[in-house]
């Protein structure tokens, strides 16, 4: 939707907040890749074509057949009942334990950040969070104009010696901070695990300087391989605010997420939502219900982790066949995505056009940073699609960044992994 | 939810705003009155038993068959395109011209209140709303901490002269209004509908004083008899932000709303919908979609209103033969609600207890004033019960306000319309 006045009669009408929500690069981006010619790299997609749906069918049948008056209904703002007690139970496979009254359901876990934001964030407070980091969160965030303080991330996650410095140099101000968020699993954007003793050293800092945790984890049952973290939820249920959501293991497109908090955060949460919405949607809230109490989801899950695993196989494969020595990347054991760092006079938002150009897209990384950062950096995803079609999209990626490096050594910069006269054979 | 602590222990670190968010009685109540042995009238909820779940059930299977993985799926922020056609074509029913380029989907016209309050509301600014209003609006205007003015409404809806006298008075102060809110059509809770000619005067004021007009129209469609008035929107599209909403003509359960709204202003909003929760659930928008395309849906409305005008007809009968000369009621002619005012010394959310131990419920009128106000009101819904549990409901509420009545008369109040001995009678 682009604008059709160049002057805005009503800007002098916005609130202040305005001017801090930005468009997301990515959501602008996805519209220009969705050209059926082009490989996109660039969502967060998941993959809902695995899903039969006469599963779908059979599972509406029976809330029809149930009390049809009921999901076509308002419903309570905190979510339909039964369907927590479904919520507790995917926590459980992760080791989280969680009661029904611990939960409150939300439209999608987008809305549970907005909420988050809108209860905790006054002007000017600080936050922080990874970075690079989910943009959606920080799009969230930055409309109630907090300051973000980012920490950085090793292949282990958020480097504690940085976020303890940050805690300690804001506390010598006398400043506070309101929370600290985390991607804990197969991080968005990077694909990066937050270690095990990391989440202990995280919480003790939290405790020590007194914050709340938010703890993002919608893609914790998405592991392929290696040894499953503990939540952060489950080491210290006094301080962090829990985010899950159906979008990956069941259907972005029912947008159900839910909170799992201490109550007194879940009763300023519920006016939040109860202003925000209402209620969420009841009838996909009983649909889902309906397939988690009936059909086989774990089986339904694993089937997906098959796939996930092949492309993601398939991604660091062809990765390794285009561009080692030129690139590196992060090699997540789950999720949807991998990070992958250039050269850094390779600015990624810039190369885009090249990219399109030659039909493959990816997401620049400077989009998951609040302030500067990622510039020479993407995000690539690789649920979406199939294993052939990820290695032709990295086949095409590679194609350009080579391109990029002939004309970066004829301006005489210092060229990795690049042998003499390998762009000709590429051209 | 009850809170399980005394004492908050997360009390300091909320945001200011949350001190301005409160819980609606409304909802508070609907969950005491849940209970199948009361008759409540203290609803809003449609009557969704008149859906042939049948209906449902072939429009789910056509979504499915024609692209089950996109309905499993995010979608884009600004909604289902195809649906937006269907949303022209209610609104053209009300004779209210629009584009699909002129509206942003929502999840249910709340999440539309909630998002045009982020974008223009600063702490401190002015708006302007009907007395009594929707308490959901006022709510997410509330949670934003503007100042809220207040309109007395007549028959005919706000009274402009009012209007009138808070626009100099502010702007006589230097202050500007950000915008006026108006339930135009069978208003919640008054069951008052703005006349035609008020409409014009209202927007010339809003012309005069340079201030926006957010015109929320969840019952329009709901009309029994009499003329249509047009919509504001249909009048001044430049100035005009139009709430509208599926929830009562199809399903509330299913969260569809939309705003049709200048464009530099849906921009704005669309970047506060993409963080509030991406996008409105896939799933439900393109049943909705192959609804409105495929069913008769105008006759589902017709069919709904047959239900509704004759619940109306006996809420008005029963309390005409219940409380005449004792309290006074609007005559809607549309919607879901009538607003009847008692002798002015009963407190009708004192009253409640003995209500409910009646086994009969209301709201209050108090709930739906942002400061004082509607203390010897309540709103009584008409939509959700039938005709008989309708006239028992009066029956026993009349009982309720006799009795306080002969209490009153006993504290030497002066008592409307209660003969010497009859409270003898009903008890």
Known sequence: MSPRFTLDPFSEKYAHRTSNMLSSEIRDLLAITARPDIISLAGGLPYTQAFDPEIIMRTVRRVLAEDHAAALQYGPTDGYAPLKHCLIEVMAVEGTPCFPEDIIITHGAQQGLDIISKIFINPGDNI????????????SFL??????HTIPMDEDGMVLENLAG???GLAAKGERVKFIYT???FQNPAGITLRSERRF???ELAHEYDCLVVEDNPYGMLRFEGTP????RSLDESRVIYLGTLSKIFSAGMRIGWIAAPHPILDKLLLAKQSADLCTSTFTQMVAHSYFTTEDWR??????LEHYRGRRDAILEALEEHLSGIAEWTRPQGGLFVWATLPEFIK???MLAAAVDAKVAYVPGSGFFPHEGGECCMRLNFSYSDVETVHEGIKRLAKVIKRELSLARALGFKVPGLEAGSSHDEQ
Chains 1, 2 share one sequence.
Not at 229 to 232: A, E, G, Q
Not at 299 to 304: D, F, P
Request: charged share 10%; with cysteine; glycine share 8%.
């Open 229 to 232: 973290c503990p939540t952060l």
């Open 201 to 203: 050293g995280l919480l």
């Open 143 to 148: 409309s109630y104009q907090p300051n973000i």
């Open 348 to 350: 990624t938002s810039e």
């Open 128 to 139: 922080i969070t990874e970075a690079p980091s989910y943009v959606g969160a920080l799009n």
């Open 166 to 168: 940050v805690l300690k």
């Open 183 to 185: 991607i804990p699993n």
């Open 299 to 304: 089986g339904q899950v694993k089937q997906l």
